[in-house]
């Protein structure tokens, strides 16, 4: 081990131009995998192909043609119900269909309006065509009351507001494709909104395509502001050209050989992983910084470049591996989940600390020894630090602070008691973007803005045919639409009645189901023979006939409750005994919800455990074990307390705090302890040992987090909420921990009565 460390150390001091040439060869190697990197931003991301939830989403896209849909919500002053707005909704209508990928288009003016005609039944728009509603749109108004089904679902009750329901071609969400097609959709748009039309886009594509564009915009902006931060705070620390410099340059190829091993690994990028180089610059700081921060302690003593750099190397060796090894531990238990994006953030994250630490041990070294003096120079005076002031100041406070941070850890293990897993993926948008506002107007005038889907299974081929059958899921549907939260409720049954009613000379008393099902099957063959083209039943009833689809139009927004309440209402017709499931994206985000939970609870007990069993290993010391534990639980129970005070919900973001910032915060205590021990060992006296390793580990531990900070913080000014939180959530966390290092650590440290050195460390 001696050997091999003599070697580590003395390469880049004997050989740095050879060093530097095979570590820029590995760098330059691992970017080319880079252009190879695939993005998908749609809810497919978060689980494997074959996995249950996306088995059954394609089961649903196959059986049913999916549901990929934009939604469009028009509004004009003055409101829509009028010929002028009306001849536009249709315009519109027609233009959507022309566009490539769009299956289907329902609107108002396109509504399927059931008459018979010469005793031949007739399904025509309810807007034939527009010169006639020009001319006569007391017809219209006479024919949409005829249609009371489309309130709520295509048009508010007071006429502001109007719906248009544009739905994709399954497979079709390529975000490339998806973000040009979207492009083309916003300048016919705008030729609607210059006409006086307020548009808002909505739907599961509108949000697809969002989250690709926000992953671009997120890393065009936080990117630069986080590393501004960084040169500014690198200049502060060191005052040198060198300082500034090389922590960039270990930063910028760690980041890039872990999305060159991204592409190598086939890992698909999404807005989850455009939190990577944040992490990564997390990383190389915490290294670096200790280096460079022993390195010009080192050459202020006197040493020459070449002897700082061992000496430096030296020191900061155990701690870095350490450091290294739980760093990769932590993110290496997020990938002990079915959530894609999480376990692929796990597992380049701890492969690219691994890189981290490799590029701070072979690039720091060899670019110090090759910088010229000029570029080595510190250009500030640092004064000298007066020994024994520090741990004389904690001695007589050990007690009251202790029992602060004891006050402090258990009002947050209360609050933190309080989380609950939970998400809105509306709310996955800050409230500046387009679709945020969008959805906030939309809001205004159709409350029952979300929706989900179910598929009944009839149990045989031709089940729908079944007048029985159908009664039972008529009795279903009244006990859904009764419900507070429902608004509308949408399925075959509709059609079926209004066909029974119409082919009977338009009775009231003969809406309803047929009695027969030969009358059913027959009358449904009517209404498909009378549909216009692109207007079947396909969406709503499966080929064999066997499955029937039914759309809940509803205003629950959260996942939790959406699926607390879907279960409920499938429940609902369960106990009238259908065969019930919910399906299309809401099982999606249901699974996503048990995974955080696993994910949460699993990934942080791991990382505990490992930390500790590593540092009761390596410093063979019980006791001083637990008390290092502290230090990086404490700060976890406040990160937990603020989401509970702030109201933020544990979901895909949030979910990943804990192991992360256990794994980053846990580095400064492992400097710090490992420091002290050293110390304690020469000194003997915890006081003094205490004092030293503040004077030297201290400052370090203070610039890190520094960087740390605002780092993450630049997250903050994300657009993507589930990373804004990251960002501020790692930022209080790591702040609290420096506390605990540099107070919780040494006050506990100094409760000890006995100033006797530890034997197993002497």
Avoid at 110 to 132: C, K, M, Q, S
Wanted: aromatic share 10%; with cysteine.
């Amino acid at each position: 081990m001696k050997k091999m460390t003599q070697l580590l150390i003395e390469f880049p001091v004997r050989r740095p131009w050879v060093l530097f040439l095979a570590t820029m060869v590995v760098v330059l190697l691992s970017l080319f995998p880079i252009s190879s990197i695939e993005k998908h931003f749609s809810s497919r991301i978060w689980f494997a192909k074959g996995s249950a939830p996306i088995e059954q989403l394609d089961e649903f896209e196959q059986t049913f043609g999916g549901d990929n849909t934009i939604i469009l919500g028009l509004k004009k002053e003055g409101g829509v119900l009028n010929a002028s707005t009306l001849a536009q909704v249709d315009e519109l209508t027609e233009k959507l269909w022309m566009v490539p990928f769009v299956v289907r288009v329902d609107s108002l003016t396109n509504y399927n309006y059931i008459t018979v005609e010469d005793d031949d039944l007739a399904v025509t728009p309810l807007v034939e065509n527009r010169e006639g509603l020009l001319r006569d749109f007391m017809g219209f108004q006479n024919r949409l009351k005829d249609v009371p089904e489309v309130m709520d679902y295509l048009l508010t009750d007071d006429g502001q507001y109007t719906l248009i329901y544009v739905q994709m071609a399954p497979g079709s969400t390529n975000p490339d494709l998806m973000h040009e097609w979207v492009g083309d959709l916003d300048q016919t748009l705008d030729e609607y909104r210059a006409q006086g039309l307020e548009i808002h886009q909505l739907g599961n594509v509108t949000a697809t395509v969002a989250f690709a564009q926000l992953a671009r915009e997120d890393l065009a902006i936080t990117l630069p502001l986080m590393f501004s931060f960084v040169i500014l705070l690198l200049a502060w620390f060191f005052s040198s050209f060198a300082g500034v410099l090389i922590p960039l340059l270990v930063t910028g190829a760690t980041i890039g050989t872990t999305f060159g091993l991204m592409g190598l690994l086939g890992i698909v990028y999404n807005n989850l992983l455009s939190a990577i180089p944040g992490v990564m610059m997390a990383i190389c700081m915490a290294n670096t910084i200790h280096l460079l921060h022993v390195f010009y302690q080192k050459k202020r003593e006197g040493l020459s470049t070449e002897d700082s750099i061992r000496a430096s190397m030296l020191k900061n060796l155990l701690p870095t591996i350490l450091t290294s090894v739980t760093t990769c531990f932590s993110f290496l238990t997020l990938s002990n989940t079915e959530l894609v994006p999480i376990a692929d953030l796990g597992i380049l994250c701890a492969l690219g600390s691994l890189f981290a630490w490799l590029y701070t041990y072979t690039l720091l070294p060899t670019l110090l020894m090759l910088s010229p003096q000029f570029l080595l120079h510190s250009y500030r005076q640092i004064k000298k630090e007066v020994r024994g002031n520090y741990s004389h100041r904690l001695y007589p406070l050990r007690w009251p602070l202790t029992l602060a941070f004891l006050i402090i850890a258990v009002g947050a293990s209360y609050l933190s008691l309080q989380n609950e897993v939970n998400s809105d993926p509306v709310l996955y948008f800050g409230k500046k973007t387009k679709v945020s506002q969008h959805y906030q107007g939309s809001l205004q005038h159709m409350k029952g803005s979300r929706s989900f889907d179910m598929v009944i299974d009839g149990g045989e081929e031709g089940a729908i045919n079944n007048p029985e059958f159908l009664k039972l899921v008529q009795a279903f549907e009244k006990k859904i639409i009764d419900l507070p939260v429902v608004s509308n409720v949408r399925s075959i049954l509709e059609p079926i009645r209004k066909v029974n009613q119409q082919i009977h000379e338009g009775k009231s008393e003969r809406y309803g189901i047929p009695a027969t099902a030969q009358e059913v099957a027959q009358n449904l063959l009517l209404y498909s023979l009378s549909l216009p083209e692109g207007r079947g039943i396909d969406n709503q009833v499966s080929a064999d006939s066997r499955y029937l689809r039914l759309a809940v139009q509803w205003s629950v927004t959260t996942s939790k409750e959406s699926v607390i309440q879907s279960e409920e209402i499938a429940q609902m017709g369960k106990d009238l005994g259908l065969d019930v499931n919910v399906r299309g994206q809401l099982p999606i985000f249901a699974s996503v919800n048990d995974e955080v939970v696993s994910l949460f609870l699993t990934s942080l007990a791991l990382v505990v455990v490992f930390v500790f069993i590593v540092i009761l290993v390596v410093f063979r010391n019980l006791l001083l074990a637990l008390l290092a534990m502290l230090p990086n639980l404490i700060p976890l129970l406040v990160g937990g307390g603020v989401m509970a005070y702030f109201g933020i919900y544990i979901d895909i973001g949030t979910s990943i705090v804990g192991a992360v910032c256990l794994g980053i915060a846990v580095d400064d205590t492992i400097h710090f302890v490992s420091h002290y021990l050293v110390n304690y060992r020469q000194l003997g006296s915890r006081r003094a040992a205490i004092d030293e390793t503040i004077k030297t580990t201290g400052k370090a531990i203070v610039m890190t987090t520094a960087v740390l900070v605002l780092g993450f913080g630049s997250f903050v000014v994300a657009d993507f909420v589930p990373n804004q939180y990251f960002g501020f959530l790692c930022a209080i966390v790591l702040s609290f921990a420096m506390m605990t290092d540099l107070v919780l650590l040494p006050v506990l440290l100094l409760l000890k009565k006995s100033e006797a050195v530890d034997k197993s460390h002497q």
